[in-house]
């Protein structure tokens, strides 16, 4: 999973699939991130809605970082404030081995993803947090 900016946008481009081949030499389509699989210990540790302006802070914890967001029920009507189509405004991101922030989104990118399992972790999160959520 990638991120490309384009002015104060940030893309997420999809994951271009790799062809690898099987021991019978059959073609096995595979992504490039299927060696790391984030979404498995997603833990919710607090939600807490907001009394004025919408949306819930969401705090947790997932593949070794702490992960604080602030979602939507809708998107932004600037889609420049959200992390693109996720209908999270802000998100902030520590990794927990050296306490380092690894990402911060605040309306708009302050830090971008430190590394590739940052990138996987925003990526997910910006697939479904906010659907489950508000489901």
């Known amino acids: 999973m990638q991120f490309e900016i384009r002015g104060n946008c940030l893309f997420i481009a999809t994951p271009k699939q ?4 099987t021991k019978r030499g059959e073609p096995n389509m595979t992504h490039a ?3 790391l699989d984030v979404g498995h210990n997603l833990e919710i540790t607090k939600t807490t809605r ?3 302006g919408g949306g819930t802070w969401v705090c947790g914890t997932l593949s070794g970082h702490r992960v604080e967001a602030l979602v939507f029920p809708e998107h932004a009507d600037n889609p420049d404030w959200e992390v693109p189509g996720s209908r999270i405004s802000k998100l902030w991101i520590q ?3 050296d306490k380092r922030e690894v990402f911060n989104w605040d309306r708009g990118p302050d830090r971008m993803a430190a590394d590739d399992t940052t990138l996987q972790i925003v990526a997910f999160l910006a697939g479904g ?3 489950h959520i508000y489901s």
């Open 50 to 52: 907001r009394a004025s």
């Open 18 to 21: 790799a062809t690898h081949q």
């Open 95 to 97: 990794r927990l081995a």
């Open 129 to 131: 947090l906010a659907e």
């Open 33 to 35: 991130e299927d060696d």
